[in-house]
């Protein structure tokens, strides 16, 4: 059974960065597109970013582009997410997921099979 660890996330002023962690464990995941959602407090998940198995192909959210980067360690099955000029409009808690079934969507909850259980990002003004 894969486990999803979400870590990094915490209180940050506007303008400021963090980066969070997605460390996997029960299989390895570097054959695998993995990718990040957000679900602030009264909406519904939205997608943030994807990456294709070899980090050769990354998919972005318009509301994201420029200020967040994602990467992955497949030597270490760790996803990352550099998350830079915060906004206060980011706030939200920040899932990962891991693809299992190809040729679903990247950028819906639909398609992804595994999910980690979520690090809050508050950003203040």
């Known amino acids: 059974q894969v486990q999803l660890v979400e870590s990094g996330g915490g209180l940050v002023q506007a303008g400021g960065s963090l980066r969070l962690s997605c460390a996997a464990s029960?299989?390895?995941?570097?054959?695998?597109?993995m990718g990040w959602f957000r679900q602030a407090s009264g909406k519904e998940r939205e997608f943030v970013v994807a990456?294709?198995?070899?980090?050769?192909?990354?998919y972005y959210a318009d509301s994201v582009k420029g200020r967040f980067t994602i990467s992955r360690d497949n030597a270490k099955n760790t996803v990352y997410l550099q998350m830079n000029s915060l906004k206060p409009e980011d706030t939200a808690i920040y899932y990962c997921?891991?693809?299992?079934?190809?040729?679903?969507?990247?950028?819906?909850?639909?398609?992804?099979?595994?999910w980690g259980q979520g690090t809050q990002v508050t950003v203040s003004s």
């Open positions: 997921a891991a693809v299992l079934r190809l040729g679903l969507p990247l950028t819906t909850p639909n398609g992804y099979d595994y």
């Open positions: 029960g299989r390895t995941l570097s054959r695998n597109a």
């Open positions: 990456i294709g198995w070899s980090g050769g192909s990354t």
